[in-house]
């Protein structure tokens, strides 16, 4: 009979070392895969959760001063939603007010006067008020319409003339009646060529820049900023002085 041989100490230990070589290279590459995975779901979340935010905020603001009265024939002066205390207005750069005939009525109800904050870290929305004439943002009631306990809000700007170096558009003001435009974000008085005796006819362009940044509470590092512009469709229409 042959002597029957097996393997040696050496040996053993040498094919273990390997075995364990390629176990912990296997277990790495999946924790790679696993955390790069991870990475991407909550990156993917935090870009849906924003770009909803601010397709909310662009969308509705486009609406500020619409009026259902403004039909052929109908003086858009008297628009009662783009007067005084109704136009759209950035009291403050985290805040913004408007108003919009959203029941077609004609008629500025409380439950018709707009708005987007920033508050403690989250977006709010105003669901009525009184005016948008309101210097803090305090006017009317205000809900969180984003769940903070997913997402934290670190930034929210609103402008109406270009933010530095990444929001270039501007709102601009038209003199009709001197065939003047300048870019600012309300209309000064030409007290030179508007007068009570002759007065002009003003028509406001309104742009809104807006900056908004947000990271996950559960993951600080998980960050994502935001730049958008809305162009509101209803120009504001005034006399001077």
Not at 55 to 71: C, F, H, S, T
Not at 147 to 163: A, E, G, K, R, Y
Request: net charge negative; hydrophobic share 40%; proline share 2%.
């Amino acid at each position: 009979m042959k002597e029957q041989k097996g393997y040696t100490l050496i040996e053993l230990m040498i094919a273990t070392a390997i075995g364990l070589i390629v176990v912990g290279a296997t277990i790495s590459i999946y924790i790679t895969a696993v955390g790069s995975s991870s990475n991407t779901i909550k990156s993917a979340r935090l870009n849906h959760d924003l770009e909803a935010a601010m397709a909310l905020m662009i969308n509705d603001i486009k609406r500020a001063g619409y009026w259902n009265g403004a039909v052929v024939g109908v003086d858009s002066r008297n628009n009662p939603f783009t007067a005084a205390a109704t136009n759209i207005n950035i009291p403050i750069s985290t805040c913004i007010l408007y108003s919009y005939d959203a029941d077609d009525d004609g008629i500025v109800d409380a439950n018709e006067h707009y708005g987007f904050k920033l508050t403690n870290n989250t977006l709010n929305m105003r669901g009525t008020g009184t005016t948008t004439n309101s210097a803090d943002c305090s006017n009317g009631t205000w809900e969180s319409f984003i769940d903070n306990t997913q997402l934290t809000i670190t930034q929210l700007q609103f402008s109406f003339v270009p933010v530095t170096g990444l929001l270039p558009a501007t709102s601009r003001c038209l003199n009709v009646t001197t065939d003047t435009v300048t870019d600012a974000a309300a209309c000064a008085t030409d007290a030179t060529n508007c007068t009570a005796a002759t007065p002009c006819n003003i028509a406001e362009k309104r742009v809104v820049n807006i900056r908004l940044s947000g990271q996950l509470t559960s993951d600080t590092s998980v960050t994502k900023t935001l730049n958008g512009t809305v162009e509101v469709r209803n120009s504001r229409l005034l006399t001077q002085p």
